[in-house]
Each structure stands twice: as C-alpha cells, then as structure tokens.
C-alpha cells in the first residue's frame, strides 16, 4: 500500500472513531448511527448490484429476514441474541441462496431482475404481516434486557460503533471482491455477460455466491436495525423504502465502488439533515431533496460522488 | 347455493377490480412495451391524478367523469415534457438508468404530495357512488360497472390507435427496432415522449374512473404498481389485449385468494403468479416476441 494511502486510512479511521464524541448531542449520535447502518445496507446491496450489476430493487427481503430472523428467534424461540444474529445472518443467506437460485436459474436479468426481487420482498411482507407467529399486524416488541449477551446495551456509543463495524466489515469484503478472481469475474459478468460466459466463467455460481455474500451483509444490517430499536414491524423492515433506500447510496456516491455507498449515504442523509435545519421538521421535504439529487446526479455525473472526484483528480 | 353463492359475487367482484387494473395497466404496458423500461413513477403518476380529480370536483365541483376530458389531455402532456425535459436526457438513453430516473421522479412526487396534502385519506361524495345494478346473481356497484366498460373501450381504442395510425405504426416499429426505425426517418425522441404521453393520459383516465369508489393518500399509488407490472408482465409486454385479459384475471386471483385464505393474504395470488410467471414465460401468456 503506498504510504499516502495508509495515513489517508488511519485519519479516516481515527476520525470515525471520535466522531460521536465531536459533538455532545443525541441528535448528532442518532444521524451517525442511522447514516452508518443505511451505509451498511448501500455497501450490501453494492456487492451484487454495483460490481455485479445485477440491480436488486428488492433488499429489504435480506434485512427483513435479519430484523425478522432475530426477533423471532428471541421472542418465539427464547434464543439469545448473540446465538439468533449469527442465525439471522444465515436465514438471510439461504433467501439470498434460493431468491438468486431461481431467478438466476432461469436467466432474470436487468428490470426483470429488479422486479422478481421486488415481488419476494411484497411477498414476505405480505406474508409475515399475515401471521400470529411473526407478530402480525402489529410487529414485534423485544423485550428490554440491557445486557451484552442480548446484544442490549445502556449507551448509544456502543451502537454507533457497532454500526461502524457493519460499514468496517462491509469495506473490508468490498476490498476483498476488488482484489480477488471472484471479483473480477463478477465485473465480467456485469461488463459482458454474454463474452464472460464465452471465456469459461461459470456464470450462475459467480452470480450466486454475489447476491448470498450480499443478502447476508444486508440481513446483518437488519439484525443490527432489530437490536438498535427493539422493535420491527412488517411496513418498514420488508417495506419497500427499505428497498430504495439500499440502493440510493450507492447509486449516488458511485455504484461498484467501494466507498461509493458509504460516502452516498452521508450525502444524502446530510442533505436530508440539513434541509429539516433549515426549513424545520416538514414531512416528505428530506425525501424530495433525496429523489432530485438522485435524478441531477443521473443527468450530470452519472458516476456518481466517486466518480467526480475522480474526474476532478484526473483533470488537477 | 351454497358455494357458489359466494363465488359468482367474488368473481364479478374481481371482474371490476380486474377492470381498474387492466386501465392502470393500459398505459404502464404502451410504455414498457415500447421504452422497454420499468416506470417506477407509474403509481405517482395515478396518485397525482387521483388528487387532480379530486380538487376538480372538490374546489369547481367537476365530476370525475367530465374530469376524464380535462385530465386526460393535461397529463397527455405533462408525460410527453416529463419523458422529453427529464427522463431522456437524465437517463442518457441507457434502460438500467431509466429505471433509476422514474425511481428518482416517484420520491419526488410521492413527497411532494405529501408535504402538500398531508397523508390524511380523502374521498370525495358523488350522488351515484352506492347505485348499484342488480344482476339477480351478484350487485355490482354502478361506478364499477362504468370502470368496466371504460377499461373495454379504452383497450380496444388503444388497440386501434396501435394498428391503424401512422404514429401508432411508428410506435411499433420502435419497440421492434429503434435503430432501424431511425434509420428509416422516425423521430425516435418524440416516439417515447408520445409513448410516454399517451401512457400517462391513461393512468388519468384510471383515476377519473377510481375516484368514485376509491379514496386518495400519497401512498396510493403503491398499492397499483407492481400489480400493474404483474399485469403488463402476464400480459406480454405492449399487449393491449394481453393488459385487459391480466388485469381481470388478476382482479379474479385476487378477491378469491381474500375469500379463501383470508382478507390480508388476497395479494399474494397475485405476487406469486408475478414470480411465476417472470420465472417460466417472461413473454407473458399473449407476448409472442421474445423480451
């Protein structure tokens, strides 16, 4: 690693170690720990839709399975939360295992891709709301036990960095994809599937161990979503904002890149802060803004935050 | 009796929410067809509309269907200027980015409704809203009935328009070859936004239509669209008779799977015929060209 790049790291990381501590306000801790953990999920959804081009619309069946998978766990089941996360974590593997099985099986690409996985997450969120099991209508409550074995804790900081850790974990496999066979294989198949194929990469298994690697991710941001609010309810964990939400980052600060996502989600989550600053608390204001820095950063850098810094770069 | 006492109602009841599907569908299947992309700002556009009918007839006292002939034309062209001012040159002619632009226009119109006409749910009174015709089997709400038939005729319109227009042959021909559709002096900029004009014209002609027995809330539009994506999907790709026929059948799935498992799972016929269907026949059941 050149050194510039090693002291950029340490800076970076010593930063987002103090940052919660920058400013004594619960206010300040909520943003980064929110902005973090919808990081997490853009850096997920990142592995299969950015490197592998596979646009998944539908990744809120990964981190409702993770929300899900570990509230039932402990509420029905009496697991304890560090046995039901890792647990929650498979769950969401194996729907990623069977959701990529089948629409990869039978050759789903593009916007039929993007509306298979959009009808699997209605179809859990339909599901789970129907029955007495998974709380019905009315969600599920876990119960207040603030001790480590639960995966409770009594300070906030612990959450934020636990969140960090998430987006830390996630960076870390996205370096991995970017530096390995498996990775570049995958950015064939996104590139050329067609020619990728034609050179002898078994396409199906490349693609398949993308969308478990990335569901897995995502169902560890959703345990971490269940832990964090002891609470899920069927709207907002299979909900499909939780969809757009997990695509919005990456698609913003620069698809298929490995800080694209992180640096996507402050961006709009500052910008979301900054508009409620400014204007007050007004509803669906944080979201305009967000859909048409979507639609200006399509129209004019297409490659995202990443991309333009890039460019920037390249022209000083 | 009995049994089919309960059925026949349940089957004309989906018949006339098939009915709705099949309009809201009309215009989301033109645009697919043609464009070959997803518009996620399809149910937006249905829930902007449904609010336009209802101020109509709430501040000037117009009825929704004298509204049909205001809003058709002006969302005619708020389509035609949304794809040629915002979605062509944001998407720069790439469908995986098209997608992400109508995603983009959703949240904003979403949102925007929602900052300015809260999320509370309106309804608007119409003297003819609980007539109803007797058909000695089953009553069918008179508005619905009129849906009905609207959703026959504006299929078979759209049909028409598609066979026998010059533009209508235009649009054809770039769904089958846009290059070659160029190549032989079609505007192809003005094909999409004409496509994408006419597709939104429809959606407000859905909400005129859906008003009378329906209610309006920001979030209404969600409840449409990927039914109307099933529909279009089930359908085959620009098939206007494949819309109407999936919308029905749709309808039909639908109030039988509620009758049968029970009010909250009705949709899931639905979504499951949706996976179904992309998984083994992508084409749809009438799509005789390949995707």
């Known amino acids: ?316 | 009796m009995g049994e089919l006492g309960i059925v026949v109602p349940a089957v004309l009841a989906g018949l006339t929410t098939g009915a709705i599907y099949a309009l809201v569908a009309l215009g989301l299947t033109l645009i697919y067809g043609v464009l070959h992309i997803i518009n996620f700002a399809h149910g937006s556009l249905l829930m902007l509309a449904l609010y336009a009918a209802f101020f109509l007839k709430t501040l000037w006292g117009i009825d929704p269907y004298a509204a049909v002939f205001v809003l058709g034309p002006a969302f005619f062209a708020l389509g035609y200027v949304l794809q040629r001012g915002v979605i062509w040159p944001a998407s720069h002619g790439q469908d995986s980015m098209i997608l992400m632009v109508t995603l983009g226009l959703s949240i904003v119109i979403d949102n925007l409704a929602l900052a300015l006409w809260t999320s509370s749910t309106r309804t608007v009174d119409l003297p003819y809203a609980f007539a109803v015709i007797d058909l000695k089997l089953a009553l069918i709400p008179l508005p619905r009935a009129v849906a009905f038939v609207a959703a026959l005729a504006a299929a078979g319109l759209l049909w028409l328009f598609l066979a026998r227009t010059d533009l209508g042959r235009a649009i054809r021909a770039v769904a089958k070859e846009r290059l070659g559709a160029q190549l032989v002096g079609i505007d192809v900029r003005h094909v999409y936004a004409m496509c994408f004009g006419l597709g939104t014209a429809c959606v407000a002609v859905a909400a005129c239509l859906l008003l009378p027995t329906f209610y309006v809330t920001p979030q209404v539009g969600h409840a449409f669209v990927l039914v109307a994506f099933t529909t279009v999907v089930l359908g085959g790709m620009g098939s206007m008779e494949g819309a109407l026929i999936g919308g029905l059948v749709l309808g039909v799935v639908e109030t039988l799977c509620g009758l049968f498992l029970g009010e909250s799972l009705g949709q899931i016929g639905i979504f499951a015929i949706f996976i179904l269907i992309l998984l083994f026949r992508p084409t749809g059941l009438f799509g005789g060209k390949s995707a």
């Not at chain 1, 929110?34 to 809120?60: C, D, E, K, P, R």
């Not at chain 1, 959450?159 to 998430?166: M, N, S, T, W």
């Not at chain 1, 034609?198 to 990335?214: E, T």
């Open chain 1, 1 to 316: 690693m050149n050194p510039r790049l090693v002291v950029l790291w340490t800076v970076g990381l010593l930063v987002a170690l103090a940052l919660p501590h920058a400013v004594a306000s619960n206010a300040w801790l909520n943003f980064w720990i929110n902005t973090l953990m919808f990081a997490a999920l853009g850096i997920a959804w990142n592995v299969l839709g950015g490197y592998g081009g596979q646009s998944s619309f539908g990744h809120a069946v990964f981190f409702g399975t993770g929300a899900y998978g570990t509230a039932v766990l402990q509420i029905k089941l009496g697991v304890p939360a560090l046995l039901a996360a890792p647990a929650a974590i498979g769950l969401g593997a194996l729907v990623g295992l069977f959701i990529g099985g089948v629409s990869f099986r039978y050759g789903l690409r593009g916007s039929y891709f993007a509306l298979v996985t959009l009808a699997f997450a209605e179809v859990f969120r339909i599901l789970v709301s129907s029955f007495a099991f998974t709380g019905a209508g009315f969600g599920m409550l876990i119960p207040l036990d603030q001790r480590p074995i639960n995966l409770q804790f009594p300070s906030r900081f612990a959450f934020y960095y636990a969140a960090l850790a998430l987006v830390g974990i996630g960076l870390a496999a996205s370096a991995m994809i970017e530096r390995s066979r498996f990775g570049a294989y995958l950015v064939a198949i996104r590139e050329n599937e067609e020619a990728a194929k034609a050179l002898g990469i078994d396409v199906f298994r490349i693609k398949l161990g993308a969308i478990v690697l990335s569901a897995a991710l995502a169902a560890a941001v959703g345990v971490f979503y269940a832990q964090y609010l002891l609470f899920v309810d069927a709207g907002s964990a299979f909900g499909p904002a939780i969809s757009v939400e997990a695509l919005l980052g990456p698609i913003v600060g620069g698809a298929g890149t490995m800080l694209g996502p992180l640096l996507g989600a402050i961006a709009l989550h500052g910008l979301g802060e900054a508009a409620k600053a400014a204007m007050g608390p007004q509803p669906g204001l944080n979201l305009i803004l967000q859909g048409l820095l979507l639609i200006l950063m399509l129209r004019f850098l297409p490659e995202g935050l990443i991309g333009a810094i890039r460019r920037w770069r390249g022209h000083a």
